[in-house]
C-alpha cells in the first residue's frame, strides 16, 4: 500500500501512536487490533524485564508509520518459531515485534500507548510460566 493510500486511510479511521521511554521510536497504527494478549513465557519476561508482556496484535496494512531509529534482535520462541523484536537503541524498551507465527501481523507493546482504557488481554499465553501472584482474571483464556 503506497504512503498517500495509508495516510488517506489513517485520517479517516482512530490512529494511535506507541513510543518507547525516550520518545526516539514511534509505532502509529489505525484501527483497533485484532487481539490483545499477554504472555508470561521466559523469553517474554527477559525481553520486558518484568512478569508478563502485554501486546496489541495488528494487521501490517494498520501501521501508519514507523518513525525514530531503532534496532532488532531476534530469537527462538518456545514454539521453535523465531520472533523478531524491535527496540529503541537508546533506552532499550521493546516497542513492537513481528514473528514466525504472526504471519502479516505486527505484535505492539502495549505499554507504550499510555492508555489506561486499552483493552485487557483476552488471553494469557504460557500460564504454567506465569508468576504466582499474577491472577489474570476469569475474563483471560488461559493457554499453555
Not at 91 to 110: D, K, R
Request: one cysteine or more; charged letters at 25%.
Amino acid at each position: 500500500m503506497d504512503s498517500a493510500t495509508t495516510m488517506e486511510r489513517a485520517a479517516k479511521i482512530k490512529t494511535r501512536t506507541a513510543r518507547c521511554g525516550c520518545g526516539g521510536l514511534a509505532i502509529t497504527v489505525a484501527g483497533e487490533p485484532r487481539s490483545v494478549y499477554a504472555c508470561a513465557c521466559l523469553e517474554c519476561q527477559r525481553a520486558t524485564g518484568t512478569a508478563f508482556s502485554y501486546r496489541a496484535v495488528f494487521a501490517d496494512d494498520a501501521v501508519v508509520s514507523v518513525e525514530g531509529e531503532r534496532r532488532t534482535w531476534q530469537r527462538t520462541g518456545d514454539a521453535g518459531r523465531w520472533v523478531e523484536q524491535t527496540f529503541c537503541p537508546s533506552c532499550g524498551a521493546l516497542v513492537f515485534m513481528t514473528g514466525e507465527g504472526l504471519p502479516g501481523a505486527v505484535s505492539v507493546s502495549v505499554g507504550g500507548f499510555t492508555d489506561p482504557d486499552f483493552a485487557p488481554p483476552s488471553t494469557l499465553h504460557r500460564a504454567r510460566r506465569k508468576h504466582r501472584w499474577f491472577d489474570p482474571g476469569p475474563q483471560t483464556r488461559i493457554s499453555e
